[in-house]
């Protein structure tokens, strides 16, 4: 017994040569019986309406015997069936046959019997209109806002949307731009019908501008009369879904407030009554049928896809929560409640296949059957186990029962940083601030095991740290065989950084029996820069705003002795002080009290404490380490700098503001911008010549004003990375002080700084142009000029990848037609625009509306 199996409830097979599809299924309360249980309904191409009431079979008696209720022959194919409150003069529900000229309503209604053959079920026409064009669909609904009754609209293949008002025809509609019919769906949140065009687009159109539209006998005259004169027919929105829906789906009891579901050909979406995009599943089969219904879960919707793979799926929103196996393809899917059983699964094929399921297994009603009671020895079970007990003594003496990892990797990535600053600086900046840009040399020995295929090495630092080279391209390596790779690190901006450490990452390819082409592998490393790469020694200072003190267990030791390569310009010969001048920022001073074990560091900059705060703390230890003293400790006994510390977080914070702030004035003013330039081409359109009325004057001022917020923005986004840089700095300090303060191990200090330190850098990012839609995958273009009009066309096209988008940038230069904005020719003037307009593949400047 498979568990991802349909389990079989109830299932009959209809007819002989009949077909069916989506529309031939159809589940309510038809006879009006007031239980609160389904019917189904089911028509066929052939003509053939069957409502069955489904039950469990018992044992010995024949499946869907009396489950029939009704089964009639109608002269014309039923394309599809629906149950709803179609009569004028009763609240009860009725049933609508649509066949291809003519919608059927009928009453079903039953009258015990007198016999044992039970109750009599029978099908009276209460009324039918005949219709002028073939139709291809229907849906219903309380159109217009009416309460207590459903009317119908039904979609012909010319695509005319039909209204009836029940009992009487109420108008027609053609669509605009129609080609083939598509699925139909009425909303009654929005008053509104949704449908996908065959230009593969979803459609809204609400009710009240379907009634108030023109009218016309032909899809030509609809035309026409929209060109001519009355009110035209236009979607409300549209969305583009570049595939051919199968079925739209709007459920009435979901719980999420706005939901319209649209099963494509390759995915199933999800929009919102306003035409956007809530989520969207790829599907890897391909689907037959959909059904959205109400979720336990609050806030999500489940979902039942059925495909051609005989499956039927169960989804909560875009996660696959079950999947079961079908006997056929289902072409409809629904949810009935029966008397014995409810949220029962109905399905239907194309050659008639009913079937009533449940998901999971069935019970097991198998006992295992008694055994033969035998006493138990119980001098023999003690001597097997004994027996047992010393197998396993002797198994775990030669060999581990866990299996060892391998005892040497593929290959070994080691770094070592040169004790000294390179001779010749490889600064890409050689000086800041007045002082020296040094650098370092970092040396990387890659040593292989075994062969390794086409190694490539990448190198990481923290900003504004740089290297000379961050990627390599290496050679295979054989076994045995090592690779050396020499490169610089040095200081590339103008605040100090907040980490030191720098990663190595090798990947290569390992081939093996299986795969010569080799198995995607990856070694690392970590290595340190010296705190001589950011700073330089200096005189100390007396004074300084901030200060904090570090507390020891043993005597004060000579600070020259732990800071020896700071000690050419220390003035205290005893090693009482010692100062740290950071390139790009302040002087840290470090002073040891004579008479207690006491470490004071002050600064004007809080944030640079941290380094000099960090490798002072590292070098005590392994000073007191060298000289075999166990014991030793630093603490810190408070109060710990909050005030300052959120002082660097509301700093960072408000820049944050500043960037939103800036990003929603360039859009606004970009959309300024662009409908300036629409209403200066629409006047030079005009075949009879208009004054601007300052139309030039307006757009100069409102490029002006986006170039000034561009700059602004882009001086924003500078200060936003050093200030992120300066918080990390100050919370590494915090992580620091408390460590010390409460004793922390490395453990709890890991933890404390993976809670405090998630990101490691800041996401947020600006770019000089405004943002559009993004789902042109295209940014926005900017027209840079001087006053005369002059200058260059610069845009940014933006691609979407599995790491982020990426920018590119492209310059176009033109000739301005004339240099001066308020003495120019209606001519000059549209030639610019013509130009601009010229360049419309590049751009979105005339994309948004007046």
């Given at each position: ?6 389990r079989?409830?109830w299932s ?13 299924l ?13 019917k ?29 209720l ?5 002269r014309?194919?039923v394309i599809?069936?629906?149950v709803g409150k179609?009569?004028?003069?009763s609240e ?7 066949h291809p000229?003519?919608?059927s309503?009928?009453a079903?209604s ?11 079920y ?7 209109h005949n ?6 669909n ?8 009416v ?7 039904i979609?012909s293949m010319?695509g005319?949307?039909?209204?009836f008002?029940q009992?009487?025809y109420a108008?027609?509609r053609f669509?605009?731009?129609f080609?083939l ?7 009654a949140?929005?008053?509104?019908f ?5 230009t593969?687009?979803?459609e809204?159109y ?12 032909t ?14 027919l236009?979607a ?8 051919q829906a ?8 979901s719980?999420?407030a706005?939901s319209?579901?649209v099963l494509?050909?390759?995915n ?7 035409g ?6 790829k ?19 489940n979902l039942?896809v059925g495909?051609?793979?005989?499956m039927?799926?169960v ?16 072409v ?6 029966f ?6 699964v ?13 998901m999971?297994t069935?019970?097991s009603?198998f006992?295992?059957?008694k ?5 138990v020895?119980?001098d023999e ?6 027996a047992l ?18 005892a040497?990797e593929?290959i070994?990535?080691?770094a070592?940083v ?8 490889q600064?890409h900046?050689p000086e800041?601030?007045?002082?020296a840009?040094p650098?370092?040399k970092?040396?990387?020995k890659?040593?292989?095991h075994s062969?390794?295929q086409?190694?490539?090495?990448s190198?990481?630092?923290?900003p504004?740290l740089a290297?000379?080279?961050?990627q390599?391209v290496?050679?295979?390596l054989?076994s ?5 790779v020499t490169?610089?690190?040095f200081?590339?901006?103008q605040y100090t ?12 390819s ?9 198995v995607?592998?990856?070694a690392?490393?970590?290595?340190v820069?010296p705190?001589?790469l950011?700073?330089?020694p200096?005189?100390p200072?007396?004074n300084a ?9 043993k ?15 220390a003035e ?5 002080a010692?100062?740290f ?19 004071r ?6 944030e640079?404490?941290w380094?000099v705060a960090k490798?002072l703390?590292?070098r ?5 380490a060298?000289?075999?003293v ?12 909050l005030?300052?510390y ?7 914070f ?12 360039l859009?606004?003013r970009?959309?300024?911008f662009?409908?300036?330039?629409r209403r200066l081409?629409t006047?030079f359109?005009?075949?009879?010549p208009?004054p601007?009325q ?11 004003q986006?170039i ?11 200060c936003?990375?050093?200030a ?5 700095s100050?919370?590494?300090?915090l992580?620091l ?7 922390l191990?490395a453990?709890?200090t890991t933890?404390?700084?993976a809670?405090?330190?998630p990101?490691l ?7 000089r142009?405004h943002?559009?839609?993004w789902?042109?995958h ?8 001087d ?14 990848s599995s ?5 590119r940038e ?6 301005p037609?004339?240099?001066?904005p308020?003495?120019h020719t209606?001519?000059a ?6 130009f601009?307009?010229r ?5 979105h ?6």
């Amino acid at each position: 017994m498979s568990l991802f199996k349909a389990r079989d409830w109830w299932s009959a097979i209809l007819g002989e040569g009949e077909e069916f599809d989506q529309g031939c299924l159809c589940i309510g309360d038809v006879d009006n019986s007031g239980s609160g249980y389904d019917k189904v309904v089911v028509g066929s191409y052939m003509g053939m309406l069957r409502i069955f009431a489904p039950h469990a079979t018992k044992p010995g008696e024949q499946k869907g015997a009396d489950a029939q209720l009704l089964e009639v022959q109608l002269r014309d194919p039923v394309i599809q069936v629906d149950v709803g409150k179609f009569v004028s003069c009763s609240e009860l529900l009725h049933l609508a046959v649509l066949h291809p000229r003519k919608l059927s309503v009928y009453a079903v209604s039953g009258t015990s019997g007198n016999v044992e053959h039970g109750d009599q079920y029978q099908l009276r026409l209460i009324y039918e209109h005949n219709l002028q064009r073939t139709a291809c669909n229907m849906t219903y609904g309380p159109f217009g806002g009416v309460t207590g009754h459903h009317f119908i609209c039904i979609q012909s293949m010319d695509g005319m949307l039909m209204f009836f008002e029940q009992e009487s025809y109420a108008f027609g509609r053609f669509l605009p731009g129609f080609l083939l019919p598509g699925p139909l769906c009425y909303c009654a949140r929005t008053d509104a019908f949704i449908t996908v065009s065959s230009t593969r687009q979803v459609e809204c159109y609400r009710y009240e501008a379907l009634a108030v539209a023109t009218d016309a006998d032909t899809l030509q005259d609809s035309e026409q009369q929209s060109k001519s004169s009355g009110k035209r027919l236009s979607a409300e929105w549209t969305l583009v879904l570049g595939e051919q829906a199968l079925d739209i789906c709007v459920p009435s009891a979901s719980p999420m407030a706005s939901s319209i579901y649209v099963l494509g050909e390759r995915n199933l979406f999800c929009l919102r009554d306003s035409g956007q995009i809530r989520f969207m599943k790829k599907l890897e089969y391909n689907p037959s049928c959909f059904l959205p219904y109400a979720s336990v879960s609050e806030g999500t919707t489940n979902l039942l896809v059925g495909n051609h793979n005989n499956m039927v799926l169960v989804y909560q929103d875009t996660t696959l929560k079950w999947a079961a196996q079908l006997s056929c393809v289902p072409v409809a899917v629904r949810i009935a409640n029966f008397p014995d059983l409810k949220g029962l699964v109905v399905t239907l094929s194309s050659e008639g296949h009913l079937q009533c399921s449940y998901m999971g297994t069935d019970p097991s009603f198998f006992t295992v059957p008694k055994v033969d009671a035998r006493e138990v020895n119980y001098d023999e079970v003690d001597a097997e186990m004994r027996a047992l007990h010393k197998v396993i003594r002797e198994a775990t003496k030669k060999q581990d029962i866990i299996p060892k990892a391998e005892a040497e990797e593929d290959i070994t990535v080691t770094a070592v940083v040169s004790s000294e600053l390179d001779d010749d600086s490889q600064a890409h900046v050689p000086e800041l601030n007045g002082l020296a840009v040094p650098s370092v040399k970092v040396k990387v020995k890659i040593s292989s095991h075994s062969t390794v295929q086409s190694p490539k090495m990448s190198v990481c630092v923290q900003p504004p740290l740089a290297v000379t080279q961050d990627q390599f391209v290496l050679d295979s390596l054989g076994s045995g065989s090592q690779q050396v790779v020499t490169f610089s690190a040095f200081l590339n901006g103008q605040y100090t950084p907040a980490d030191l450490t720098g990663d190595i990452a090798v990947s290569f390819s390992s081939p093996t029996e299986l795969n010569p082409a080799g198995v995607p592998r990856v070694a690392q490393c970590k290595f340190v820069l010296p705190l001589r790469l950011v700073c330089c020694p200096t005189s100390p200072s007396k004074n300084a705003k901030y200060k904090i003190t570090v507390d020891t267990n043993k005597p004060p030791v000579n600070l020259n002795e732990v800071f020896p390569e700071f000690v050419e310009k220390a003035e205290d010969k005893e090693g009482n002080a010692l100062a740290f001048q950071f390139i790009a920022g302040s002087r840290v001073t470090v002073l040891a009290s004579k008479t207690s074990q006491r470490y004071r560091i002050q600064s004007e900059s809080f944030e640079d404490i941290w380094l000099v705060a960090k490798e002072l703390v590292q070098r005590f230890d392994r000073h007191f380490a060298k000289l075999g003293v166990k014991d030793f400790r630093n603490t810190f006994s408070g109060p710990i700098p909050l005030s300052e510390y959120f002082e660097r977080v509301d700093h960072h914070f408000e820049l944050r503001v500043n960037a939103q702030k800036y990003q929603d004035l360039l859009s606004e003013r970009a959309v300024q911008f662009r409908a300036i330039q629409r209403r200066l081409l629409t006047r030079f359109k005009d075949k009879t010549p208009a004054p601007l009325q300052n139309l030039d004057t307006l757009m100069e001022g409102t490029y002006r004003q986006v170039i000034a917020l561009a700059d602004a923005a882009e001086e924003n986004r500078a200060c936003l990375v050093q200030a992120f840089s300066r918080l990390r700095s100050a919370t590494h300090l915090l992580i620091l002080l408390v460590s010390l303060w409460q004793g922390l191990s490395a453990d709890q200090t890991t933890i404390l700084e993976a809670t405090l330190l998630p990101l490691l850098q800041d996401t947020p990012q600006l770019v000089r142009t405004h943002t559009l839609d993004w789902t042109d995958h295209t940014q926005t273009t900017a027209l840079n000029t001087d006053q005369g009009y002059g200058g260059f066309l610069t845009y940014s096209s933006a691609t979407e990848s599995s790491s982020g988008i990426s920018f590119r940038e492209k310059t176009h230069t033109y000739t301005p037609m004339f240099t001066n904005p308020h003495t120019h020719t209606h001519t000059a003037l549209h030639n610019d625009l013509a130009f601009m307009l010229r360049t419309q593949t590049l751009t979105h400047t005339l994309r948004s509306p007046l």
